[in-house]
């Protein structure tokens, strides 16, 4: 029987939590380089491409073969500038969470297969092993409320503290904006990034909405609430 989550229902224009762990609970991330190859992955794939600028280096008489090579590379790229969003992520050792919008209804399969396949080649390339990365094919749920998206942004967002015992909001807050391998500081306000769309989600105040979004993440005592709002979308 299929695990929960990993037979999919694809729509078009919808947001999906996706989600999945290393094969064997194993750690997907060993040394913080492997983090950064990864988000420049995100990155290239999110951005437009700049296929003038591109093809400009390769008829260039005077550019080198390897930046040729480089650029006839991006070029054969997939690219989701125009059919993917991403919300909102978060990348732990052994697991990752990602909020996703997509424009038509396999988008998302297109664009996750071709990340993680692209990053479980790194990995493998450069740790000397062989075989899946991950468990399973990746999970993902629609998300069917604007609630739901909202309290799932908070979800993802506090994977960094989920299990440790900080029990006041300055130590939650420390913690969450020393964590760097998740779009929170872009919902703070202290990283910009045009590929993390995280305006529908902020659009919710109308004034702060960086100072109103953290007190929603660290606000003490919505758990319950939290915890049944998004049970339909997390494992």
Same mark, same amino acid.
């Given at each position: ?13 919808? #947001?999906?939590?996706?989600?999945? +762990? ?6 997907? #991330? ?34 080198? @073969?390897?930046?040729?090579? $480089?650029?006839? %590379?991006? =070029? ?16 732990? %050792? ?7 919008? $997509? ?6 399969? $297109?664009?996750?297969?071709?990340? @993680? ?24 749920? =629609? ?5 739901? =998206?909202?309290? =799932? ?6 994977? *960094? ?33 045009? @590929?993390?769309?995280?305006? +529908?989600?902020?659009?919710? @105040? ?8 953290? %007190? #929603? ?10 915890? %049944?709002?998004?049970? *339909?979308?997390?494992?």
């Amino acid at each position: 029987m299929p695990s929960r989550h990993s037979v999919k229902t694809y729509a078009s224009n919808s #947001f999906y939590h996706v989600y999945n +762990r290393g094969v064997e609970k194993r750690e997907i #991330f060993l040394e913080e380089i492997d983090y950064g190859v990864l988000l420049s992955y995100v990155k290239t794939y999110l951005l437009p491409k700049d296929t003038h600028a591109l093809m400009s280096v390769i008829a260039n008489p005077i550019a080198g @073969w390897r930046q040729k090579d $480089q650029a006839i %590379k991006a =070029l054969r790229l997939n690219n989701f500038s125009d059919s993917i969003e991403l919300v909102a992520f978060c990348f732990m %050792k052994n697991h990752y969470h990602m909020l996703i919008r $997509q424009e038509n209804e396999n988008d998302m399969d $297109q664009f996750m297969n071709s990340l @993680w396949t692209r990053y479980t080649m790194y990995f493998n390339k450069k740790y000397k092993r062989v075989g899946p990365l991950f468990q399973d094919v990746y999970k993902a749920v =629609l998300v069917k409320t604007e609630e739901q =998206l909202m309290y =799932l942004t908070r979800y993802i967002h506090r994977n *960094p503290i989920a299990k440790r015992q900080l029990r006041n909001s300055i130590s939650q807050r420390d913690a969450l904006r020393n964590y760097v391998h998740s779009s929170y500081l872009n919902y703070v306000g202290e990283r910009k990034a045009t @590929w993390i769309h995280s305006e +529908r989600i902020l659009a919710a @105040w109308n004034l702060d909405q960086y100072v109103q979004y953290e %007190k #929603f993440v660290l606000e003490f005592g919505i758990e319950e609430r939290s915890a %049944k709002i998004i049970a *339909p979308v997390i494992i």
